[in-house]
């Protein structure tokens, strides 16, 4: 099956600090997903890519597509402290007729002790 | 615009016991998933409706696993008999139709620890 590989697995923030994780797939999706999870909540929506090459911002929050369609990267500037939790890449076929989502195994960002 | 509810928020039952989840959906949302999430994993969808109907059930072990829709609103999911590895988090999402990711939505989920 479809698979997604995100890296790194974990990072320690400090604030201020930028912050960068990719993702990759053996497969390709038409629809690049970033999202966030608290603890004891479910993933919320951060930026969702839809064309090749595209690059997105929200805020402090920049993800592109990449050219392949089997890649994307997530970037966090000037991080701060709620800027700590899991971040999930998915990958999605938009408009198809499923609509599930491909997770990656997440990157866990936690504050430098 | 109230979110997707889902109950219980944490259950803890022993091997080869049966359990059931609850979802609510976002009022008008024609399509409902179930997704589990083991421990340090992301999140897999275990089976999609279409309303009332199955779209996808084709990584559910149902062998023990079941789901239903009945009405195209409320979703049970339920375990029977629960094995030690089905231990998660299983999370409910809906979303105005197939493919449609605006207003796609996951609820807190229910962590289930089988011991």
Request: hydrophobic share 35%.
């Amino acid at each position: 099956g479809q698979q997604l590989n995100q890296s790194p697995q974990s990072m320690f923030i400090q604030e201020g600090e930028d912050v960068s994780m990719n993702c990759t797939s053996s497969s390709i999706f038409n629809t690049w997903l970033w999202y966030k999870q608290d603890p004891g909540e479910g993933p919320v929506l951060l930026i969702a890519l839809y064309k090749a090459g595209e690059l997105t911002s929200n805020g402090r929050l920049t993800a592109q597509f990449g050219i392949t369609r089997k890649d994307s990267f997530l970037n966090i500037s000037a991080s701060i402290p709620s800027d700590v939790g899991i971040y999930f890449c998915a990958g999605m076929n938009y408009g198809g007729s499923q609509g599930n989502l491909i997770f990656g195994k997440g990157t866990k960002l936690s504050v430098k002790p | 615009e109230a979110g997707v509810a889902q109950s219980p928020r944490y259950k803890i039952i022993e091997k080869r016991q049966s359990v059931a989840f609850w979802c609510n959906p976002i009022s008008g949302h024609a399509t409902l998933y179930w997704y589990q999430q083991i421990l340090g994993q992301g999140p897999k969808l275990l089976i999609q409706f279409q309303n009332n109907g199955v779209v996808d059930d084709s990584q559910l072990p149902k062998d023990r696993f079941s789901a239903e829709r009945l009405k195209g609103v409320d979703s049970t999911l339920k375990i029977q008999p629960a094995k030690l590895e089905d231990s998660a988090v299983y999370l409910c999402a809906s979303s105005p139709g197939q493919g449609a990711l605006s207003g796609y939505t996951f609820g807190s989920g229910t962590r289930l620890t089988v011991v």
